[in-house]
């Protein structure tokens, strides 16, 4: 019971990180989950990584981890996250591709 009112507390935190677009202060807490195969922690997960794999401070390998963890978890690629993790492809999709 203690563990479910926990996981509540942080799951609203990290809910709350990430409408702030705060992925890297909500990570820690979602480890701290004690269930994180719940829908609802699941979705939070997904989230967190969407934002990671946006963040441009994030390094190439962080981003490309990120994606392949969205993607065990949705089951397919978004073209989106495809281009971040992609230079050559980001090119070609925003039209600076010089050739």
């Known amino acids: 019971m ?3 009112r926990q996981d ?3 799951g609203l935190r990290c809910k709350c990180l990430l409408r702030q677009s705060q ?3 909500a ?3 979602w480890e701290r989950l004690s269930d994180k195969t719940s829908p609802i922690h699941s979705a939070l997960r997904k989230e967190m990584l969407k934002q990671k794999i946006a963040d441009k401070k994030t390094t190439l390998t962080e981003r490309n981890g990120a994606n392949l ?3 065990s978890l949705t089951g397919a690629p978004s073209l989106d996250s495809l281009s971040f993790a992609d230079p ?3 090119e070609v999709l925003d039209g600076t591709d010089e050739d």
Request: aromatic residues 6%; glycine residues 0%.
């Open 8 to 10: 509540v507390r942080l």
């Open 88 to 90: 050559i492809l980001t």
């Open 69 to 71: 963890e969205l993607v």
């Open 23 to 25: 992925w890297s202060q």
């Open 2 to 4: 203690e563990e479910d």
């Open 27 to 29: 990570e820690p807490l």
